[in-house]
């Protein structure tokens, strides 16, 4: 958690003429939304804007796609000013898995080589790096970072498997089901040092990082702009410096496939690129309204409030979790045993909760323990984490008991 805990409730956010900042979403009333962080939520008027576009692609198509690369150009710059980065180093490809996959598809490890991933990543990026390495006949090597490493033990224990047999790092900047931060600054330096590539997986980075891009000593990124970004979904963002990039192609084949990157990038056939076009609308949104570094201390400290008041709801030894390098706007609280042991029952728990409690909330899993991971946005407020302590709480613990009970009488 943060160094100063919130034990109260941080004033909501409010529009500009008084509505909640909810309004501005269309979001379910009738759903409680805590769980920001795995889909996002797009503003009205990013999706106003979107369904402007598409009306334009369908009223006139050939007069579209031809002048979409360099509208798409136009749109790089917009979100390469965001992210602090040159657009010359910025590719647009539809989520962070993507990105990751076109680094994988540009790359030919050695026979025999490793790939160095840490036991926090992301699932379907770690498949994809499985999946490289059984293409070249290598391995991966995983690196096991302890939840609570501070940044000096983490960075050791993803330094100290590195060797003369690692052929590419993939290293997440922020936790998907950990919520917490790694030192990929100074994992990418080592990493150079030794002449090894590195990949991060930035997937929540941008919105919930000022500058996810500073200090970079890294190869390659890749961050979702449709998370944090409230950009509409499949808007990311992939960038690439040093000599490796010239590597990168799209996943799909096109009439730039002859242009130099990024720009071959900005032309795939009939793919609908209007969530491109529209993710500067989402981020002026937020910038407009309220500011982006006011945005992410509201974030912060809903964060932190709803950490508490949810922690101390669930019994001992349960409750809100101390991460190594914490992030604004997500937290961690251990769940009661029985419940979340592993992704399966992660995700089965995620949707029973929709389902039955009215409740979009995150549950992962993390060395057989069970987690609530929030993350909070501008359109949350303390009453959601209040709700969710009174009328949820019970419930889960209720459950763990069942789910203790069925195991011990097998």
Known sequence: MSETEVTTAPHPLLLADGRPADRAWSLDPALKHLNHGSFGAVPL?????QELLRVEMERSPVVWFPALPQRLAATRVELADFLRVSADDLALVPNASAGASVVYAALTPRPGGEILVTDHGYGAVTMGAERLARRCGGRVRTARVPLDADEDRAYEAVAGELSDATELVVVDQITSATARRLPVERIGAEARRRGIPVLVDGAHAPGLLAAPLADATYDFWTGNLHKWGCAPRGTAALVARGPLRERLYPLIDSWAAADPFPDRFDQQGTV??????????????VERTWGWPAARRYMDDLADYGAHVIGTALAEPTGAVDVGMPVP????????????????????????VALELGVEAAF???????????????YNTAADYEYFAEECVPVLNRWARENTGKRSAR
Do not use: K, W
């Not at 592993?342 to 089965?348: M, N, P």
């Not at 992962?364 to 993350?375: E, I, K, N, P, Q």
């Open 45 to 49: 008027v990013a999706q106003e804007r």
């Open 272 to 285: 609908d690129a209007t969530a491109y076009l529209a993710a500067p609308t989402s981020l002026a949104f």
């Open 329 to 352: 706007g997500m937290r961690l609280v251990r769940l009661p045993d029985g419940l979340a042991a592993d992704r399966v029952e992660a995700d089965a728990l995620r949707d029973r």
């Open 364 to 378: 992962t899993s993390f060395d057989g323990v069970g987690y609530l991971r929030l993350s909070a946005h501008v």
